[in-house]
């Protein structure tokens, strides 16, 4: 049963208890707020480093193997369409094992209903 300085909105020490929820919120929030933003920072150094890392292989690549942007663009396209859309990004969607025929999300190594080992490509995430 709710004491009558609760029933008020008021703590026993005075104050307005909603406010005081709401400052608790409030800053709960905000440092939720700070941790998810430096998480997108480290992130985006993260993809920074990796995409200086491809740009370097690439370039090794290129000028050892003596072969054209255009054919690192066609094969980018090529593996970009293997989950039949043109997205910038291959990665599928969900899958019908092919043993049990249900459908599940492909981020499972194994089928959640039948066991079955699926194969996936080392750089699906
Ligand atoms: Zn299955």
């Not at 020490?13 to 400052?23: E, M």
């Not at 409030?26 to 990796?50: C, F, G, N, P």
């Not at 072969?67 to 396209?77: A, C, N, Q, S, V």
């Not at 092919?98 to 750089?123: D, I, Q, V």
Request: charged share 30%; aromatic share 8%; proline share 2%.
């Amino acid at each position: 049963m709710p004491s009558l300085f609760g029933m008020y909105g008021y703590d026993r020490f005075g104050g307005r208890s909603a406010d005081i929820g709401a400052a608790a919120d409030a800053q709960r929030a905000a440092s939720q707020a700070r941790d998810a933003e430096q998480r997108v920072k480290a992130l985006e150094e993260s993809v920074a480093k990796t995409l200086l890392i491809c740009e370097s292989l690439w370039e090794i690549v290129r000028d050892r193997a003596g072969i054209g942007d255009e054919t690192l663009f066609e094969k980018l396209r090529e593996i970009d369409l293997r989950d039949g859309v043109l997205d910038g990004k291959n990665q599928a969607k969900p899958t019908e094992c092919p043993s049990c025929k249900r459908r599940l999300s492909n981020r499972h190594a194994r089928c959640l209903y039948c066991g079955y080992a699926f194969e996936k490509s080392t750089f699906e995430l």
